[in-house]
């Protein structure tokens, strides 16, 4: 085990939130805790795009940081943008992701992924909270090279930051080479506020805001002591949403419906009532034939 293990997934959660400054996204609305729980599906345990593509080689340098990221592709053919929180030093990511809720309000909260990268092994592990566990992730193509190509003066504000505007490129061994540009803020001492490159015929586009030069604890980037270590991400995932199913059949209310057939249904009882008036009725006139007599 590693020495330095301990950190739970719950306190990583809470370090990005500490360090973000909110937990949801709607202005002064308040989510219940019923609300806010998100439910797997099936995908979740894949990392978003910029973690493990050619541009997380920008994110090497930095010593320690947080932001919000924003991660697009265009055209987007249906893939929608990924945003969460994300954690950096020297290399090693924390990434959680944030998901919508369904108030038709924008709202969002942590998801209950978190991912975990070091850029320079390019390797790394997905963590399910809920499931307390977790599973190796590895990339469709490792990083082999990387030249520096260009290296523009300050040009223009991007994000709200003086950069300066550096492109790279990106050998990978499937033999594909990338294009990365960087947008380097002056007056962060050069973290990439935006990067961007063609992966597979699309442009991804990847914004950071909200960005502190700050280091987290060294433990917070190895796997939590305790947790569950599952074979493949698809397998946890696969565990966490039958056990969620459970548990939500055991919630369920049991709903009792009488039946037209049962010994105690409305027509029975309605036929009781009647029977009673007449033998009432019947007593009645009986008393009253005996007493003219």
């Given at each position: 085990m590693h020495p330095m293990r301990g950190m739970t997934a719950m306190a990583v959660s809470a370090l990005l939130l500490n360090l973000s400054g909110c937990l949801i996204e709607s202005g002064d609305e308040k989510a219940s805790e019923e609300t806010r729980k998100t439910f797997a599906r099936e995908g979740q345990e894949s990392p978003p795009t910029f973690l493990m593509a050619p541009v997380s080689v920008a994110l090497?340098?930095?010593?320690?940081f947080s932001a919000n990221v924003v991660q697009i592709f265009s055209p987007a053919f249906g893939m929608p943008?990924?945003?969460?929180?994300?954690l950096g030093r020297q290399g090693r990511l924390i990434f959680q992701p944030w998901s919508a809720l369904p108030d038709n309000m924008g709202s969002k909260v942590p998801a209950g992924m978190i991912f975990l990268w070091d850029t320079a092994l390019q390797q790394g592990f997905v963590?399910?909270?809920?499931?307390?566990?977790?599973?190796?992730?590895s990339p469709p193509a490792l990083i082999t090279n990387v030249v520096p190509c260009v290296q523009n003066p300050p040009s223009?504000?991007?994000?709200g930051h003086p950069c300066r505007q550096v492109a790279e490129l990106v050998v990978m061994d499937d033999g594909s080479i990338s294009t990365v540009t960087e947008w380097r803020a002056q007056?962060?001492?050069?973290?990439?506020?935006?990067?961007?490159?063609?992966?597979?015929?699309?442009?991804?586009?990847?914004?950071?805001?909200?960005?502190?030069?700050?280091?987290a604890p060294q433990d917070l980037f190895a796997t939590p002591a305790g947790f569950t270590e599952y074979a493949t991400a698809g397998a946890m995932m696969d565990e966490l949403i039958h056990r969620e199913l459970n548990l939500n059949a055991q919630k369920a209310p049991m709903i009792i419906v009488e039946s037209d057939l049962s010994s105690d249904n409305f027509l029975d009882r309605g036929r009781r009532a009647n029977d009673r008036t007449r033998?009432?009725?019947?007593?009645?006139?009986?008393?009253?034939?005996?007493?003219s007599r």
């Open positions: 090497r340098e930095p010593d320690g943008p990924v945003s969460g929180e994300i963590l399910s909270e809920d499931l307390q566990a977790y599973a190796p992730i223009r504000n991007v994000n007056d962060l001492a050069g973290f990439p506020v935006r990067l961007s490159a063609i992966i597979r015929g699309r442009q991804l586009t990847v914004d950071f805001s909200d960005i502190r030069l700050d280091s033998d009432d009725q019947r007593d009645h006139d009986g008393g009253r034939t005996r007493g």
